[in-house]
């Protein structure tokens, strides 16, 4: 597609429970962000992938989350035993270096609620 | 720490007015300075960026007005219309080699009464 896909939009899950979302990023885009948007706030950065590796994980918030790019295209972001207070919506964006801060899209974004 | 501060929280303007968001930061090292739209249920979209060697960039009706002196930024939307309405992020971006970690502002939600 055109655009970054994430997928599933939406995620109910209940406490203590383990949950995965996908992101599906701009065909070619060697960079790959995740970021977290909680309630009313501007998204903060989580974990960044340069091709298969992650680059810089230091917005990881513990060691409940995880993400993985395992063939540099499509990256799965993991977390174990969720709590209530990792309910947000969290972002996706992918990015080209030869296009600057132009080539850099988020997509929608999945909204995780944790009951 | 907060890193990018955006103000106000809330903006209600008139159709056909001047919409201003203003932002400062603490980063020295950001490299651009990009604002950004977000609709409900979507994610950010790129309206307009700019770097810190330049004082204003204008892109239709919108501009940024920049200063690195003060550290600050601000959007200005002119003629303001309702379908602007949406909430509007600033952000920094310490952008490095092939990295661009964005720091982001709160967020103004924008209305614009027909």
């Known amino acids: 597609g055109a655009g970054v896909s994430q997928t599933p939009s939406n995620k109910v899950t209940e406490k203590g429970k383990y949950v995965e979302l996908r992101c599906d990023p701009i065909s070619g885009h060697t960079a790959l962000y995740w970021y977290r948007q909680s309630l009313g706030q501007g998204p903060e950065f989580l974990i960044y992938f340069q091709g298969t590796g992650a680059a810089d994980d230091s917005g990881l918030p513990n060691d409940r989350f995880f993400a993985v790019r395992p063939e540099g295209s499509v990256s799965t972001l993991k977390i174990q035993r969720t709590e209530r207070g990792d309910s947000a919506v969290y972002l996706c964006a992918s990015s080209s270096p030869d296009r600057g801060i132009y080539g850099y899209t988020f997509g929608s974004g999945t909204r995780l609620t944790v009951v | 720490q907060q890193q990018v501060k955006q103000s106000p929280q809330s903006l209600i303007v008139q159709k056909g007015g001047i919409s201003i968001i203003n932002c400062a930061y603490e980063n020295t090292a950001f490299d651009y300075f990009p604002w950004y739209q977000q609709f409900p249920g979507k994610g950010p979209a790129l309206l307009i960026a700019?770097?810190?060697?330049?004082s204003e960039k204008k892109e239709g009706r919108f501009t940024i007005s920049f200063n690195k002196s003060a550290k600050q930024f601000s959007l200005h939307i002119m003629d303001s219309q309702p379908g602007d309405s949406a909430t509007y992020f600033c952000?920094?971006?310490?952008?490095?080699?092939?990295?661009?970690?964005?720091?982001f502002g709160s967020g103004t939600q924008l209305t614009v009464l027909p």
């Open positions: 952000a920094g971006d310490p952008y490095s080699g092939s990295a661009r970690q964005l720091t």
């Open positions: 700019i770097r810190p060697d330049v």
